[in-house]
Every structure is written in C-alpha cells, then in structure tokens.
C-alpha cells in the first residue's frame, strides 16, 4: 500500500489522524528538525529478522529508547536478531530506508512481518510514515494495530 492508500484506509476505517507532509526524511534527527508537534508521539523503527531469516519484526519504539537486541529476542524467544537488507524492506514491506514503519507490514502479502509496538504508546499517540517518508502522521497506536490486524497480520504491544 501507498501513502494515498494508507490515508483512504484510514478514512474509512474512521480513524482519527493528522498528517504533516514534508521534505523526506531518514532519521529520528531529521524528524526532529521538522518541528512538527506531538514531540511525545516520536518514534524509531527498527525491521530485524532472525537468524535463519525465517521470522521478520517491525518493532516500534520511543525515538530516545534505544533498544538491546538480546532483549528483544529473549521477549519474542527467537533465534539471534539483526536488521534486515534494503532488499528486505523492498520486497517485504514496498519501502525504502527511512520509511520503515508499520504500514508497511500492509504491503506484506505472506503476513510474515509481526508488528511489537512499545507498550509506551499504549495511552497516547504515535508518529507514522505511511509508506513514505516525505509525510508523518500522528495516530493512535490501537487504531495502527487495529488497521493492521484487520488486514490479516499481527500486531502487539511490547514492554521495551
């Protein structure tokens, strides 16, 4: 799915959400600069897989977390994790670096991608590309998780 996609699904999902366009962006640093509002809505993404690349992650975190790999496994009791390849996020999700989020478990037709969104977001909103990072949306977390499991994946909160 594409931004004009995402944003329509939205809208008739009824979900609530504000999105800021912009020049496009590959860092949390970036992000920053922009000068949107929300600053407690920021969030880094990170798309890992496991070490037989049988298992793919698109974990959701604070943007000033940073987050121990070790730690993640032992939570999600996989194999050993690292980040996935550009080829990875191409094939996978439809996106480049830099716009790693979790819509882009939409464009996962395998629904091998799981979605862990930090349970911190629990009460509030969170930032988002949809698909493309040259715009940013803020959004509720459950109404992510919600789009995303309505259109057949997974998606969780996790304590990070």
Known sequence: MNRDEILQLLKEGGVAFEVYDHEPISSVEEAKELGLPHKEAGTKNFFLRDKKKRNYFIIVTKEDKSIDLKQVREILGTSALSFASAEDLDRMLGV???????????????HKVKVYIDSEFQEGLMDAHPNDSSATMFLKADDVMEIIRQKGGTAEYIEL
């Not at 480049?96 to 395998?110: M, S, T, Y």
């Open 96 to 110: 480049v670096a830099g716009a790693v989020g979790p819509f882009g478990a939409l464009n996962d037709e395998e």
